[in-house]
């Protein structure tokens, strides 16, 4: 998989997520009981499609300020590790 | 054959079913054993995408998910998906991206497979493992108690009327069910069973196993329910026409702007969670975690939307003063009058409680193992099997406490208030692990003190709210209109920044033994890589 991952990526993408938190705080549904689809509250149905736009905005994550580095980092010291003893706590 | 059997025990023989298949399910794992320590605390780091996801999932829904979430959209309405839900999925998507995949990184570098082990060289202080160790321990047993308390109470009306002489009840819907006290016992006896055996890779297989399961029959049981009631428009309108449920359907009234605001510390908690950091480590790789980060918003909501709508409609089905606990049970056992379907339903709730208790059994063991036993006598002092049964000693004496808990506790406490305080305590050490890994500056003594505080805040208002509650007492305790966390975080938050700059900085090793310090050019805007 390749990623496009860029500090410009990186900064629009936290950007986004602060943006969705601060859209969580959907007052304007407060006290509204209308039901969405015949029979979903309309603030639950908000929410539910908060979440689905939560998922699409950390597959750009993934896509766009993934840590690429990190997995190099973690493996590079496994060769200078002790072999680990044999059997169950 | 099946007609032989009376139907109202079919229920609970399709859940002993399950729960002899998960047993199986143990004995089998424990054969791919590498005999390894690392292969039993952390599957030899080898898990894939899929098991990563559906591990870390079936392991962060609970008892609290289902029985909590249905209870509490019961009495509070549709307000409670927004309060949990649609939180966690945006904050513990972050907090794999941001912290799991960085401890997975030092796990795997450094061969760690508990927090306390991290954080004692993280912040360079035996002491801190030794402080912290308890703390975690004490934490984990109120979500221990979750999963239990949910366990029991689910049972009993799932049951109702397999053995109406030898458990009989005042109210009908219960007369007959296997009661709290041993249906409880008899899922701690089961998820014990296949963590004994089958260690975390029994725990691994069994949560993906039982989140396919939850996930099925919680589908299976919202089709049906709603199907009972008259469909979905049918089911909702009777709540829209009840006075006393309609205001479910919105959130005024229900849940003020602030605690609204503030419940969005809860979700942080996963940052802590010694048994999901445990699981993080059993990844084969950091590329592992992206279908985690993504999917994991969208199977909350497959999971709690069905749930809270249940609770709603149960509002205007049960009306009002039926046990909050018991609310997901009694529509099940009322309105799904297959008995062999309510089995399969009563299988998939046990599912998404014992997904998680096994991997906290796991996780307490593992500690006590590595942060107490092996930290204080050394790895040569006992044999395997002497460290195997230790391990397996501490787990049994705190799923003892646990279980003696849950009977104080079944009629009081609320599932999902219950839940909030443990994910609170969690939530508030969170400054510390967020701080470990992105800020060099802070020091042992900062990370003691917030350590220290939080535990005495989150203590005395714990205290306060849950063990000094009496019965039908329903309302959460509030703090100028706040959650709880809200004040337990900013005193953590708080002590650790004022006492790390105030105290000497770690060491240059240290800080480079845990940051990438070299410098590593930065791809300009655009530019693939690998």
């Known amino acids: 998989m390749k990623s496009k991952n860029s500090r410009l990526g990186r900064k629009l993408v936290w950007t986004a997520v602060i943006l969705l938190a601060i859209l969580h705080h959907d007052f304007w549904f407060w006290d509204d009981r209308r039901l969405v689809l015949g029979f979903m509250p309309i603030g639950l149905f908000y929410h539910a499609m908060f979440s689905i736009v939560a998922a699409c905005l950390w597959a750009l994550a993934v896509k766009f300020a993934w840590p690429v580095r990190l997995e190099e980092w973690a493996s ?14 | 054959m099946i007609a032989a059997i009376d139907a109202a025990q079919m229920p609970l023989l399709v859940i002993v079913g399950y729960l002899g298949l998960l047993l199986v399910l143990g004995v089998w794992s424990s054969r791919f054993s590498r005999g390894t320590s690392a292969d039993y605390f952390v599957v030899s780091r080898s898990i894939g995408p899929f098991l990563l996801l559906m591990s870390i999932f079936g392991t962060t829904m609970t008892g609290f998910a289902l029985v909590g979430s249905t209870g509490k959209a019961y009495t509070s309405g549709i307000g409670v998906y927004g309060l949990m839900a649609s939180w966690s999925g945006l904050i513990h998507s972050a907090v794999f991206f941001l ?59 799932t049951t109702a009327g397999a053995f109406p002489e030898l458990f009989p009840h005042a109210v009908k819907a219960l007369s007959g069910g296997i009661p709290p006290w ?75 702007h602030l605690q609204f605001l503030s419940y969005c510390f809860i979700p942080l908690s996963v940052g802590m969670f010694p048994h999901l950091f445990q699981h993080w480590l059993t990844a084969r790789s950091a590329k592992s975690f992206r279908l985690t980060v993504i999917a994991h918003p969208v199977f909350i909501m497959i999971v709690w939307v069905p749930c809270i709508l249940i609770g709603i409609w149960a509002a205007g089905n049960l009306g009002p003063g039926a046990n909050a606990n018991a609310v997901l049970g009694r529509m ?14 009563g299988a998939g709730v046990l599912a998404a409680i014992m997904s998680s208790l096994d991997s906290q059994f796991m996780c307490i063991g593992t500690m006590f193992t590595n ?23 501490f787990i049994l004496l705190i799923v003892a406490i646990t279980y003696a808990l849950s009977i104080y506790l079944k009629d009081t406490a609320h599932v999902f208030d219950l839940g909030v305080w443990c994910f609170s305590g969690f939530a508030s050490l969170f400054p510390i692990a967020f701080a470990a890994v992105y800020w060099k500056r802070t020091t042992r003594a900062g990370a003691i003190s917030s350590l220290v505080v939080t535990t005495l805040v989150w203590s005395a208002l714990f205290y306060r709210d849950i063990l000094l509650k009496k019965p039908g007492m329903d309302d959460e305790l509030l703090i100028g209109g706040m959650m709880p966390v809200a004040f337990i975080f900013g005193a953590s938050v708080l002590t650790l920044v004022v006492v790390s700059l105030l105290t000497q900085p770690p060491s240059t090793k240290t800080i480079e033994k845990f940051f990438d310090t070299h410098p590593h050019p930065e791809p300009a805007d655009g530019v693939a890589t690998k």
């Open chain 1, 76 to 89: 590079e010291f496994e060769e200078k590790k002790p072999p680990q003893k044999g059997g169950r706590p």
């Open chain 2, 99 to 157: 912290i799991g995949i960085k401890l997975w990184a030092v796990g795997k570098r450094y061969g760690y497979v508990t927090q306390c082990e991290y954080f004692r060289e993280r912040f360079e202080s035996p002491s801190l493992g030794y402080l912290l160790f308890p703390i975690l321990v004490l934490l984990v047993i109120p979500y221990l108690l979750v999963g239990v308390i949910a366990a029991g109470k689910f049972l009993q009306p």
């Open chain 2, 182 to 256: 041993l249906g409880s016992l008899a899922i701690c006896l089961v998820v014990l069973f296949y963590v004994f055996f089958g260690g975390m890779r029994g725990a691994v297989w069994a949560n993906a196993f039982q989140t396919i399961i939850f996930m099925g029959t919680g589908i299976i049981a919202f089709w049906m329910i709603s199907t009972k009631l008259g469909g979905l428009a049918e089911a909702s309108r009777i709540v829209a026409e009840s006075q006393t449920a309609a205001p479910r359907l919105a959130r005024e009234g229900s849940i003020g």
């Open chain 2, 332 to 345: 099940v056992g009322q309105l799904v009058h297959s008995p062999i379907l309510t089995g399969l339903v």
């Open chain 2, 371 to 393: 942060d107490i036993v092996i930290r204080r006598f050394g790895n040569d002092r006992f044999s395997d099997k002497q460290k195997i049964l230790m391990a397996r000693g």
